[in-house]
């Protein structure tokens, strides 16, 4: 999300004991999550204007995410043009998800920005029930009302105390559904391009767009300091999207939800440390609801069945 962040559709991982996951998938779906919490921040240490932040994010991770994807027998000739135009239309997508997120998180708590740039695993869902024609489940109707339940709490309480914050909410929940448009275009990508190629694809995509945006809004592009801007490639483009790349291939769809939880919890944990961002009763409420609405959307459904992430 939130960071705005990367998700590809992810085949179920083959069958094994639920009790015996490797150890390595749940280390790396620690440390991504972790990584992927920290982006908020480093976008409000940026001294260039936060879209500028998320093009210096995209831009500095490209080489890496390229190189790699090239290592792992990539070849950019090789993919047909159809699949370069959605991946084209998904970075376009992706490119506004950052600005939208990047805007909000400088109008919002961390741990707002974080839940509401992660609601993308609710909607993704929503997108499914319609094209299948298939209602939701029990569960997944419980998920949904839950998480209703749980921003109208978060954002109402959020306007309550200092109107700007719920701007900022609304910025962040925008990113959601931008970045449920670029899920649904990426889908198509995948059904060919392995993911780490996708995600080296979906970010040289999303290059121009962002710079143009940052440009069209009168944003300072140039940092006086690089050290924060690498920071947020790294953390959140190259370990944080790798890592939980990784995990989700190997874990099960409900580890990975509770997983994501780590992330609102740690960017509330920065909030605090940091920048003094007191959460009231409403607001403990509102996460808690959002958080078991995302665990429970989390459970495979049939007719999605994958996996999502984002960060």
Same mark, same amino acid.
């Given at each position: 999300? +939130?960071?705005?962040?990367?998700?590809?559709?992810?085949?179920?991982?083959?069958? *094994?004991?639920?009790?015996?996951?490797?150890?390595?998938?749940?280390?790396?779906l620690i440390i991504g999550n972790v990584?992927?919490?920290? !982006?908020?921040?480093? =976008?409000? $240490?940026?001294?260039? !204007?936060?879209?500028?932040?998320?093009?210096?994010?995209?831009?500095?991770?490209?080489?890496?995410?390229?190189?790699?994807?090239?290592?792992? !027998?990539?070849?950019? /000739?090789?993919?047909?043009?159809?699949?370069?135009?959605?991946?084209?239309?998904?970075?376009?997508?992706?490119?506004?998800?950052?600005?939208?997120?990047?805007?909000?998180?400088?109008?919002?708590?961390?741990?707002?920005?974080?839940?509401?740039?992660?609601?993308?695993?609710?909607?993704?869902?929503?997108?499914?029930?319609?094209?299948?024609?298939?209602?939701?489940?029990?569960?997944?109707?419980? /998920? @949904?009302?839950?998480?209703?339940?749980?921003?109208? %709490?978060?954002?109402?309480?959020?306007?309550?105390?200092?109107?700007?914050?719920? !701007?900022?909410?609304?910025?962040? @929940?925008? /990113?959601?559904?931008?970045?449920?448009?670029?899920?649904?275009? $990426?889908?198509?990508?995948?059904?060919?391009?392995?993911?780490?190629?996708?995600? +080296? $694809?979906?970010?040289?995509?999303?290059? +121009?767009? @962002?710079?143009?945006? /940052? =440009?069209?809004? #009168?944003?300072?592009?140039?940092?006086?300091?690089?050290?924060?801007?690498?920071?947020?490639?790294?953390?959140?483009?190259?370990?944080?999207?790798?890592?939980?790349?990784?995990? %989700?291939?190997?874990?099960?769809?409900?580890?990975?939800?509770?997983?994501?939880?780590?992330?609102?919890?740690?960017?509330?944990? =920065? #909030?605090?440390?940091?920048?003094?961002?007191? @959460?009231?009763?409403?607001?403990?409420? #509102?996460?808690?609801? =959002?958080?078991?609405?995302?665990?429970?959307? *989390? *459970?495979?459904?049939?007719?999605?069945?994958?996996?999502?992430?984002?960060?």
């Amino acid at each position: 999300m +939130a960071d705005s962040s990367f998700s590809t559709p992810i085949a179920p991982a083959p069958d *094994r004991p639920a009790d015996a996951p490797p150890a390595s998938a749940f280390v790396a779906l620690i440390i991504g999550n972790v990584a992927l919490a920290f !982006g908020p921040w480093f =976008v409000r $240490m940026a001294d260039t !204007g936060p879209v500028a932040s998320a093009f210096w994010r995209i831009t500095l991770a490209a080489p890496v995410l390229v190189a790699a994807a090239l290592v792992t !027998g990539w070849r950019p /000739a090789r993919v047909s043009r159809s699949i370069w135009l959605f991946v084209i239309l998904a970075g376009i997508c992706f490119a506004a998800d950052l600005s939208s997120w990047h805007i909000g998180i400088l109008q919002t708590t961390l741990a707002n920005a974080t839940l509401f740039g992660n609601s993308t695993i609710l909607f993704f869902p929503i997108y499914g029930f319609f094209i299948v024609r298939a209602l939701p489940s029990r569960t997944q109707g419980v /998920a @949904l009302a839950l998480a209703a339940i749980g921003a109208s %709490l978060l954002m109402g309480q959020s306007y309550s105390l200092d109107p700007r914050h719920l !701007g900022g909410d609304l910025l962040c @929940l925008l /990113a959601g559904i931008l970045y449920t448009a670029y899920f649904v275009l $990426m889908a198509r990508a995948r059904e060919t391009v392995a993911p780490l190629a996708t995600l +080296a $694809m979906s970010t040289l995509a999303s290059i +121009a767009p @962002l710079l143009v945006f /940052a =440009v069209l809004l #009168g944003e300072k592009i140039l940092p006086d300091h690089w050290g924060v801007l690498i920071g947020l490639a790294f953390c959140s483009q190259v370990l944080g999207q790798g890592m939980m790349i990784y995990a %989700l291939g190997k874990l099960s769809p409900l580890v990975i939800g509770i997983g994501l939880l780590i992330q609102p919890i740690v960017a509330a944990a =920065v #909030g605090w440390i940091v920048y003094q961002e007191q @959460l009231g009763p409403a607001d403990l409420i #509102g996460a808690i609801l =959002v958080a078991i609405a995302l665990v429970l959307v *989390r *459970r495979p459904a049939p007719p999605l069945g994958v996996a999502v992430a984002s960060g």
